[in-house]
């Protein structure tokens, strides 16, 4: 008897416990969960042969954006190649797509998903994993189209229903649509109360509405189903910081970072310590802070640690200044340079669409965070300057990339370069519907130039 997904699509197994097992892995996936490695070895273990099962193993690796896990991704792909010959057609596809993914060929991995869309709308893991790496891209249309073109094809009755209202909440958040976004996010969370995407998702809706005290009831209120989470809950714990940050809630916002989004001693903290969402979290939060006179005290000293460790690791461009804000805190300057020759290195020898988004974007960043901390100011605005319009390139959502644009207010500030803090000021003021005067990171600097 064949054997199929949660949304009927054929798998190629022999065991019946193998397919519900994948099932259950992909589940686990969509709601961000800690059992996914778990239930992702209960199918291999029911059936080694599975050649979708261990695609979808080095997928995870993928997800991970750490260079590390690479070679785990190439051995699964490779398990994958030798048991393709019996698989379906989307299967195959799938292999595909792992592979130009761990080229670094992200376009043709889009597409490639794109075309398992277009025969197969139903295809909920090529649809979240489209949405996770257009997001990474800085591509928030590409990622609306595709939950747009899905979104017919899914009802109530199906399990991947909730997924998609939450993708099309954060594809629309994000390209400015903010009514059918939350309309789209509260239906999701409605469907499901534990979906962690689409809880940051209205999240992100609201930050950017300047709505912080019901950023705060939201998460509060929500926090209660997300048990058994993986790393995405530091992230909402984060999203609830940024609420407190802007209330000048200082404090009860290192109480989150402590306890919560940087906890060391949580089980998940410890099983992955420098996941780059994490590390993002972390240096994001500390700056913005410092920017604000907190004393945030020895914080920085372990993610330095850490970010010496991941030098020449620039799977994930967006995180390359987060390590850099670490060095520059903790005056790691000799630490930074390398970390900025390794950049170099691979921007120009790597031939990938990342390696062109490091040499464009995260390579003058860094550069500028450094020469902040040395105190040229002056030097640091100029070498970012050409990078701030097309940074979003990085990836990151608006309230991701906002530290970055803090960080050339920053710059130019300290500078005395007051062109530079108008550009600043009305691009974000472009971007985002808070006017600066109102936003704790820009309202000084908007204030004194008025």
């Given at each position: 008897?064949?054997?199929?997904?949660?949304?009927?699509?054929?798998?190629?197994?022999?065991?019946?416990?193998?397919?519900?097992?994948?099932?259950?892995?992909?589940?686990?996936?969509?709601?961000?969960?800690?059992?996914?490695?778990?239930?992702?070895?209960?199918?291999?273990?029911?059936?080694?042969?599975?050649?979708?099962?261990?695609?979808?193993?080095?997928?995870?690796?993928?997800?991970?954006?750490?260079?590390?896990?690479?070679?785990?991704?190439?051995?699964?792909?490779?398990?994958?190649?030798?048991?393709?010959?019996?698989?379906?057609?989307?299967?195959?596809?799938?292999?595909?797509?792992?592979?130009?993914?761990?080229?670094?060929?992200?376009?043709?991995?889009?597409?490639?998903?794109?075309?398992?869309?277009?025969?197969?709308?139903?295809?909920?893991?090529?649809?979240?994993?489209?949405?996770?790496?257009?997001?990474?891209?800085?591509?928030?249309?590409?990622?609306?189209?595709?939950?747009?073109?899905?979104?017919?094809?899914?009802?109530?009755?199906?399990?991947?229903?909730?997924?998609?209202?939450?993708?099309?909440?954060?594809?629309?958040?994000?390209?400015?649509?903010?009514?059918l976004a939350e309309a789209s996010g509260r239906d999701a969370i409605d469907v499901d109360k534990g979906d962690l995407w689409a809880a940051h998702a209205v999240a992100h809706v609201l930050?950017?509405?300047?709505?912080?005290?019901?950023?705060?009831?939201?998460?509060?209120?929500?926090?209660?189903?997300?048990?058994?989470?993986?790393?995405?809950?530091?992230?909402?714990?984060?999203?609830?910081?940024?609420?407190?940050?802007?209330?000048?809630?200082?404090?009860?916002?290192?109480?989150?970072?402590?306890?919560?989004?940087?906890?060391?001693?949580?089980?998940?903290?410890?099983?992955?310590?420098?996941?780059?969402?994490?590390?993002?979290?972390?240096?994001?939060?500390?700056?913005?802070?410092?920017?604000?006179?907190?004393?945030?005290?020895?914080?920085?000293?372990?993610?330095?640690?850490?970010?010496?460790?991941?030098?020449?690791?620039?799977?994930?461009?967006?995180?390359?200044?987060?390590?850099?804000?670490?060095?520059?805190?903790?005056?790691?300057?000799?630490?930074?340079?390398?970390?900025?020759?390794?950049?170099?290195?691979?921007?120009?020898?790597?031939?990938?669409?990342?390696?062109?988004?490091?040499?464009?974007?995260?390579?003058?960043?860094?550069?500028?965070?450094?020469?902040?901390?040395?105190?040229?100011?002056?030097?640091?605005?100029?070498?970012?300057?050409?990078?701030?319009?097309?940074?979003?390139?990085?990836?990151?959502?608006?309230?991701?990339?906002?530290?970055?644009?803090?960080?050339?207010?920053?710059?130019?500030?300290?500078?005395?370069?007051?062109?530079?803090?108008?550009?600043?000021?009305?691009?974000?003021?472009?971007?985002?519907?808070?006017?600066?005067?109102?936003?704790?990171?820009?309202?000084?600097?908007?204030?004194?130039?008025?």
């Amino acid at each position: 008897m064949p054997h199929s997904d949660l949304h009927g699509l054929p798998l190629t197994t022999t065991s019946a416990t193998a397919a519900e097992a994948f099932s259950t892995t992909v589940r686990s996936y969509l709601r961000y969960r800690a059992d996914i490695s778990a239930n992702l070895q209960a199918t291999l273990a029911a059936d080694p042969d599975f050649a979708l099962a261990h695609v979808l193993k080095g997928y995870l690796m993928m997800l991970s954006f750490k260079q590390a896990n690479v070679p785990v991704a190439e051995k699964a792909l490779e398990t994958a190649g030798s048991l393709l010959g019996g698989a379906n057609g989307r299967e195959k596809a799938h292999a595909a797509a792992l592979r130009h993914w761990i080229e670094g060929d992200h376009d043709r991995t889009l597409a490639v998903w794109e075309q398992i869309l277009d025969e197969h709308p139903r295809d909920v893991l090529a649809l979240r994993l489209h949405h996770f790496n257009a997001f990474w891209l800085g591509r928030p249309g590409v990622m609306a189209r595709e939950v747009e073109k899905a979104l017919p094809q899914y009802g109530t009755e199906l399990a991947g229903w909730g997924t998609v209202l939450a993708c099309r909440c954060f594809a629309h958040e994000e390209l400015g649509n903010y009514t059918l976004a939350e309309a789209s996010g509260r239906d999701a969370i409605d469907v499901d109360k534990g979906d962690l995407w689409a809880a940051h998702a209205v999240a992100h809706v609201l930050e950017m509405q300047g709505r912080a005290g019901e950023g705060i009831d939201w998460l509060a209120d929500l926090e209660p189903h997300w048990e058994g989470a993986n790393n995405l809950k530091h992230h909402l714990w984060w999203h609830r910081g940024l609420y407190h940050f802007e209330r000048g809630e200082f404090d009860t916002v290192l109480g989150l970072y402590d306890r919560n989004f940087r906890n060391l001693a949580s089980p998940i903290t410890e099983a992955q310590p420098d996941l780059y969402i994490d590390i993002q979290n972390a240096a994001s939060m500390l700056f913005r802070l410092e920017r604000q006179g907190v004393d945030v005290g020895g914080r920085w000293i372990e993610i330095a640690d850490k970010a010496e460790t991941r030098i020449g690791d620039c799977l994930s461009p967006f995180t390359l200044p987060h390590w850099m804000m670490a060095l520059a805190a903790t005056r790691r300057f000799d630490v930074g340079g390398r970390m900025l020759e390794a950049m170099r290195t691979y921007a120009t020898t790597a031939g990938t669409l990342n390696a062109r988004y490091v040499a464009d974007y995260a390579l003058p960043i860094g550069e500028a965070i450094l020469l902040r901390a040395k105190g040229e100011p002056a030097a640091a605005t100029r070498v970012m300057r050409p990078a701030i319009g097309g940074m979003y390139r990085l990836g990151g959502s608006h309230a991701q990339q906002d530290v970055l644009e803090q960080l050339f207010l920053d710059c130019a500030v300290a500078a005395g370069s007051n062109d530079d803090v108008a550009l600043i000021l009305s691009r974000v003021a472009g971007r985002h519907p808070v006017p600066p005067e109102r936003r704790m990171g820009y309202k000084h600097a908007a204030h004194t130039l008025s």
